[in-house]
């Protein structure tokens, strides 16, 4: 009933598991899967190193994210790839250790991030991307132009970079003040 991707692989890399989903976002019956290496999800260009990731994690299995904010991609039957996030979960059953993957399809998440990057950029004004910690996470051309910084200088950065020293100090006050009640307005 889960709505992501969930594969149980035991201990030598081979595919025990799989949930309908599995099926659907691969193209693979559950009868292909099973007792075939984890490597036939993985992308060509991967498999050679991932059975030393795979024992990697057999050496120190714990929960463990992975994807987030890199490109990770699986491989379907018909050999397309689709960006994936993947959840391991160290599991053992009856004395035997198996990990459970959830597989997250991103396909959806990560247009809309191009398309929101494709907005951004066609501004014609600077526009900046500032989390509540007041770090900068997005920056467009016209941002770049203003402020003189190329975005890989401003990524990661404080907000206040971009003030004048004298105003600097108070800034993160006003910050926090917008973020506990955010409403567009004009500065």
Known sequence: ATPNAMVLV?????????NEQTESLFGYTRNELLGQSIELLVPERF??????????????????AMGAGRDLHARRKDGSEVPVEIGLNPIKIA?????????TNITERKAAAERLNLVVEAS????????????????????????????SELVGQSIELLFPERFRHGHPGLRDSFSA?????EM
């Open 95 to 103: 004395r035997e250790d198996f990990t459970l993957a959830a597989i």
């Open 47 to 64: 498999r050679s190193g991932h059975p030393r990731l795979r024992d990697s994690f057999r050496g120190a299995p714990v929960v463990r």
């Open 10 to 18: 035991n201990e030598f890399g081979k595919i025990t598991f799989v």
């Open 124 to 151: 014609p004004s600077a526009m900046l991307l500032v989390n509540e910690h007041g770090r900068i996470r997005l920056v467009n051309a016209q941002a770049e132009k203003l402020f003189g910084y190329t975005r």
């Open 181 to 185: 009640a955010p409403q567009a307005r």
